[in-house]
């Protein structure tokens, strides 16, 4: 009894490690998987896919099979090595690794149309840029959603006589059924190449022998189509699905305003309240996802409203003008508008405290970067001026200007001739919407002088800012760019002009704008984001929003982005007050005596660091700067084939990466599917004699007999 009460007593602890080692052997099992995956494949981690985008009508960009697309390398530096991807090669199909230089529609022409021999394109940043241009964008950019159409101004339709991006070579706007790549670092594309050369070159024009360099890229799309496709798609799930799976989502963000004195966002302005609109926009694009620098076509002119804010909220009698001002910013207008049709919509719905009516004049600041001879030319609309009321006032709206810039003399105003149309602006959806005297400032007066509109090259550099070597960070942050000079006269100008137009009259002199303050935006928004002076003026849980590069202005589908929140409380302290609230009372005012939540918004932001830069002295600043939706109104209409609304969306995705790594010949594999195949088929053969043996092969134990004594 002794003995079987110790065996009976082993028996969980035998349990108890049989568990345990097998529970040791499937994480071995886990790890080493891993492991053997990290030693097979290379990932590539600093990279940006071309998406898919789609509107009304037609979808556009890119994408890769479900489980992704692979192909052999071929790096392709000049158009002789073209033919080897297209014909000549012998293992196709071929993921292509461009030099950005040869990044060009007659390339991608011929790419394309081989579709059974490219599995994909992984492009390099060319460096310098382009000297000839690059804009992936087309020459007639928004055609159709402005105010020219067949119907009205048609001979300004369709930039009739102007194309306005003349290098527009309109790649963006191209449906690729390949996955394609831009390769933002330069040592995972010595890597790539040099894994080429080991294994991919030929020699003497012969075959390479296998295993080859691989790239998989996986960029699989969901929507297709178009836009009332997809989202009639989405609304279906939504109505049926317990779990609905969304194909796509609208492109939307939100538009950035303030007024010069407050209003109460509880109510509209009496019709007899007039407001001057200082306009500009907020985002870019390029060809890739979420790369979108945007220097000339979006941050030069916004970082010049901001200064030119700046410095008219400083003037003395801005309180008592006759006439308020509103600065706003619009997102989405690089897709047909969807910043200013929303805001045309809302104040034709009286949704928005400020009505059509109500707008005095506009003035909208255009591509101002790259004058020519200190040009800054100020184009006008001139369907509209066939009424003489509103040529009389466009004429004292140009008048204005050119006496604010009288003073200014590294700023020449220049007139337009009226036999050319509005450049693609915000102004052209109020014009469709009311007849108002507005007026557009740019550097250019016929086509852009911008060589990389809505390109990955529209950088910094574009616009020539740069930095001494030599400098730190913080030395860089502060140090005044001629661009910034030059900006900050624009910005003046602007300053002035508005404050005349507001009624102003004893103070223009006094508004003049800061450079220093120009060149901390554009470090900030084209260089570092993630510096001291951008960290002191946002709330503490946006920090993370400041990356240690530029930022991107692509107005995406997950909102506000980073640049709306750094634009708006860039404006909140640039135009607002710091103010003795504690951070419990500047996060519910209404408790405060004298301070009102429908005047102001209250925002408490980080500060700049104390005097022994340990720590950050915190503040409550009050202003006017506000959010406002920057939702098409076709998506609020329903209405996902409107010709009158843009209708833009971004297909979503499970999966977006890259990897490479060297794969064998056919024949190797072939090969080792068949022994794996007959060893499955041994095995099966196997276990089935043993199951039919097993009786003879495993004998039951006999039972032990009764002890006898």
Not at 258 to 263: F, T
Request: proline residues 5%; negative net charge; glycine residues 6%.
């Amino acid at each position: 009894m002794a003995a079987a009460g110790g065996g009976s007593e082993g028996e969980p602890g035998s349990l108890g490690l049989l568990r345990f080692l097998s529970v040791y052997v499937l994480l071995a099992g886990l790890c080493e998987g891993n492991s053997v995956e990290r030693k097979i494949y290379i990932p590539l981690n600093k990279t940006a896919p071309c998406v898919r985008l789609l509107n009304a009508t037609h979808q556009i960009g890119c994408q890769s099979s479900i489980s992704g697309d692979t192909g052999v390398i071929h790096v392709v530096e000049k158009e002789e090595d073209l033919q080897w991807v297209l014909t000549d090669g012998p293992n196709p199909p071929y993921m292509v690794l461009l030099e950005g230089k040869l990044f060009n529609r007659d390339t991608m022409e011929k790419l394309k149309g081989e579709n059974s021999r490219i599995a994909g394109l992984a492009v390099t940043l060319a460096k310098p840029s382009p000297a000839s241009g690059f804009s992936p964008s087309v020459q007639c950019p928004n055609d159709g959603f402005g105010i020219y159409s067949n119907s009205y101004g048609s001979e300004f339709a369709h930039c009739k006589g102007t194309p306005w991006n003349s290098l527009g070579n309109g790649l963006a706007y191209e449906d690729f059924s390949f996955p394609i790549f831009l390769l933002e670092d330069e040592n995972e594309t010595r890597v790539i190449k040099q894994c080429y050369q080991d294994h991919n070159l030929s020699q003497n024009g012969s075959a390479p022998a296998f295993p080859l360099c691989a790239m998989q890229l996986f960029s699989h799309m969901h929507a297709v189509t178009s836009t009332a496709t997809c989202m009639r798609r989405s609304f279906i799930q939504n109505t049926f699905s317990i779990n609905p799976e969304i194909v796509c989502d609208p492109l939307s963000d939100y538009n950035v305003w303030s007024m010069l004195k407050p209003i109460n966002m509880s109510g509209t302005l009496e019709p007899g309240d007039k407001v001057v609109v200082a306009a500009t926009r907020l985002d870019s694009r390029s060809f890739f996802w979420n790369m979108a620098p945007g220097a000339e076509s979006a941050v030069a002119s916004f970082v010049t409203q901001l200064a030119a804010a700046e410095a008219l909220q400083k003037a003395p009698d801005v309180t008592t003008l006759p006439h308020n001002v509103m600065f706003v910013f619009f997102q989405g207008e690089t897709f047909d508008y969807i910043g200013s049709s929303r805001m045309v919509y809302d104040m034709e719905k009286g949704k928005f405290p400020v009505r059509l009516e109500n707008i005095d004049s506009f003035v909208e600041l255009g591509q101002v970067a790259l004058r020519n001879s200190l040009q800054l030319w100020m184009h006008t609309d001139p369907m509209s001026q066939k009424n003489e009321s509103v040529q009389n006032q466009v004429e004292n709206l140009l008048l204005t200007l050119e006496k604010s810039g009288a003073d200014v003399p590294s700023v020449i105003l220049k007139r337009m001739n009226q036999s050319y149309a509005l450049p693609p602006s915000s102004l052209q959806r109020f014009l469709r919407a009311r007849n108002i005297s507005g007026v557009v400032l740019a550097d250019h007066a016929g086509s852009f002088h911008n060589s990389y509109y809505q390109s990955i090259y529209d950088t910094a550099e574009n616009i020539n800012v740069s930095y001494p070597a030599w400098q730190t960070p913080e030395e860089d942050l502060n140090f005044v760019t001629d661009t910034a000079k030059a900006l900050a006269n624009v910005a003046t100008v602007l300053g002035r002009a508005l404050y005349a137009l507001a009624g102003g009259t004893n103070s223009s002199h006094t508004i003049k704008a800061d450079a220093q303050t120009v060149t901390r935006l554009l470090y900030g928004f084209l260089v570092r984001a993630n510096n001291s002076w951008f960290q002191s003026i946002l709330r503490q849980d946006l920090r993370s929003y400041l990356g240690n590069g530029p930022l991107q202005h692509y107005i995406a589908v997950s909102s506000p982005t980073n640049t709306t929140y750094v634009v708006q409380y860039a404006l909140a302290n640039l135009t607002g007050k710091a103010t003795n609230l504690t951070r419990e009372q500047c996060q519910d005012p209404s408790k405060v005596p004298n301070e009102n939540k429908d005047l102001y918004e209250y925002s408490w932001v980080q500060g700049p660091l104390n005097a022994n830069e340990t720590d950050r002295l915190p503040r409550c600043v009050r202003s006017t700067a506000r959010l406002a939706r920057a939702l098409s109104p076709a998506f609020e209409l329903s209405q996902w084939s409107s010709t009158d609304y843009s209708t833009w969306t971004e297909s979503r995705w499970k999966d977006i990466r890259a990897r490479i790594f060297l794969i064998a010949s056919k024949e190797l594999e072939f090969v080792t599917l068949i022994v794996g195949f007959g060893i499955l088929v041994f095995s099966l053969v196997v276990t089935y004699c043993i199951n039919a043996k097993a009786d003879v092969l495993f004998l039951a134990p006999r039972e032990p007999g009764a002890a006898s004594y």
